[in-house]
């Protein structure tokens, strides 16, 4: 596992070296003496990167929300023709994993979400690589050039490109409030307005039953990383629980809960049953 976490973590760097030489801001890695991305040091593996500057998104208002569609949809430009030999492929989520049993609710929810996005038939959609977690905190404006840049590329993920655009969409609050980060990305990104129109919703839905089944696991395990206490990982489970239900009797423009901001990139570090992979092992 530890050489193919470090395979997926230089993967994720060499996207940002990508986007560095595209013109976007993203935190390269400055590579080693011997040209390394990054090193393994005891149980963990090791990557210096630049800085961007400036100062973290947090799309509240619509300027920022414009920022973030128009960013993203360069970034997949951007990232359009890359090599994708040694991605993690979408999907990752079991409908049948243990920990699903945690909540009565949990395995219906997920398992009607994956049905959704089977109907919208994500094989038909424009796949590319992604940057998987596009959260506001990882867009950086920089005031002094009005450039805006989008930082933690840890991983090296293919899927649909719409799985990005609905993470966005997420994290701002749903669909009622996104409509011109929407607009933005359409604007400048390579996906059709009659893909986003097909398929934005269930992949919406999806987003968050990745959330739930990533929070099912913490919670199972007592994962505390990055939290005060299981009450952050209590809180990410009724965000997915309320938004999921709301989703699942078609009222998926408006979405009430915010998500638990410590869901981030771990979302999909969670331990999975795949085709890919031996049943409880972590992708990474």
């Not at 997926?8 to 013109?23: C, H, S």
């Not at 994956?114 to 005031?143: C, I, K, N, V």
């Amino acid at each position: 596992m530890a050489a193919e976490a470090g395979s997926q973590f230089a993967g994720g760097l060499q996207l940002a070296q990508r986007l560095e030489q595209a013109g976007i801001p993203a935190g390269a890695p400055l590579p080693t003496t011997s040209g390394q991305l990054a090193v393994e040091l005891a149980d963990c593996w090791l990557a210096v990167l630049a800085w961007v500057p400036g100062h973290p998104l947090t799309g509240h208002n619509p300027a920022e929300r414009w920022l973030i569609g128009t960013t993203l949809a360069q970034v997949h430009r951007a990232l359009t023709g890359c090599e994708t030999a040694g991605a993690q492929r979408f999907h990752w989520v079991d409908p049948e994993a243990g920990f699903l049993s945690l909540r009565p609710w949990l395995r219906p929810a997920i398992t009607a979400a994956l049905t959704a996005l089977d109907a919208a038939d994500p094989a038909t959609m424009s796949w590319g690589l992604l940057h998987a977690d596009p959260a506001p905190e990882a867009f950086r404006l920089d005031p002094a050039t009005g450039q805006c840049g989008i930082i933690d590329w840890s991983y090296f993920l293919h899927g649909p490109l719409l799985y990005d655009l609905a993470s966005a969409v997420m994290y701002v609050g749903g669909l009622a409030h996104a409509g011109n980060l929407i607009e933005a990305y359409l604007k400048r990104g390579p996906l059709a307005r009659s893909e986003v129109d097909h398929g934005l919703a269930a992949m919406l839905r999806f987003r968050w039953a990745v959330q739930a089944n990533y929070f099912a696991w913490r919670t199972a395990d007592n994962d505390l990383t990055g939290i005060s206490g299981p009450d952050e990982n209590e809180k990410g489970l009724e965000d997915a629980r309320r938004s999921l239900t709301f989703l699942s009797v078609g009222v998926w423009a408006t979405v009430l809960a915010a998500p638990c901001r410590s869901c981030r990139a771990d979302e999909i570090r969670a331990p999975v049953t795949s085709s890919l992979r031996p049943a409880g092992t972590s992708p990474w």
